[in-house]
């Protein structure tokens, strides 16, 4: 799930300054599930915006999925004609996708932090930072990318100290989770082999996946 957490509201003010007929838009999933674009919020946000003209208020699907933007978007057709500006309670991918499918500025009400884990409501845990070359079969399914400051693919550092972090000393370093959980399993000897360095070249921004549907 995508994290986003909200942004203040008088930088959203600030960023609607002068702007006056408004759509609110919200995800009815991640941002959903975080309490940050939910309808609930969505309402919060109306009620926020009450001196300006709100001239619609809806909560998408998957805002980050133009087809269902698009599909959603038609049903206030009117409203987005008229519509000066929107500001998005999503994802920093679903903002871009409604500016796509609209061609209306949008204001990003979100920030987005990360890919999460989620344990319940309220505790989303960052443990895969989508780095391209999933090393996770090698390392007991504990990612060093993520789970190591330094995101070292051939740990420890020589900064550990006994079994915690050099960076964070309140915590066990993540290499030394991996071998003992690798030694538990008997698979002790995975924790030798060597994990080549990240090729830049092709896990580079901005990132496609592009095939051909059968
Ligand atoms: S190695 Fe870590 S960052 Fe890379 S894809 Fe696997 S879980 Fe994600
Ligand atoms: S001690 Fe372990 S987790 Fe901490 S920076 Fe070094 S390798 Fe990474």
């Known amino acids: 799930m995508i994290v986003t957490e909200k942004k203040d509201l008088q930088t959203i003010r600030t960023l609607l300054k002068n702007r006056n ?3 609110i838009v919200g995800c009815s ?3 959903a599930a975080c309490q940050t674009g939910g309808s609930a919020q969505v309402k919060e946000m109306a009620e926020h915006l009450a001196d300006k003209n709100i001239l619609a208020t ?12 698009m599909r959603d978007i038609r049903r206030i057709q009117e409203e987005m004609e008229n519509a000066e500006v929107l500001v998005a309670l999503t994802c920093g991918s679903g903002v871009q996708a409604l500016s796509e499918v609209t061609g209306k500025p949008v204001i990003a009400a979100l920030d987005t932090n990360f890919l999460g884990m989620v344990e319940r409501l309220g505790k989303f845990y960052e443990r895969c930072s989508h780095c391209g070359d999933c090393m996770l079969n090698e390392t007991a399914e504990l990612c060093p990318v993520t789970l190591c400051p330094k995101g070292i693919r051939n740990g420890p550092c020589e ?4 079994t915690q972090c050099e960076v964070f000393p309140d915590r066990e370093c993540v290499w030394n989770r991996i071998h003992e959980r690798l030694k538990e399993r008997g698979q002790a ?6 994990h080549e360095a990240q090729d ?3 896990s580079h921004l901005p ?3 592009i095939w051909e549907r059968k």
């Not at 809806?58 to 933007?69: N, Q, Y």
């Not at 900064?159 to 006994?162: A, K, Q, S, V």
């Not at 000897?189 to 060597?194: A, E, Q, Y």
């Open 21 to 23: 007929n408004i759509i």
């Open 29 to 31: 999933e991640c941002a």
């Open 58 to 69: 809806i909560s998408i699907e998957s805002p980050c999925d133009k087809r269902t933007a």
């Open 159 to 162: 900064g550990i100290t006994g």
């Open 189 to 194: 000897d995975l924790f030798l082999r060597f």
């Open 200 to 202: 830049w070249g092709t």
């Open 207 to 209: 990132r496609e996946v």
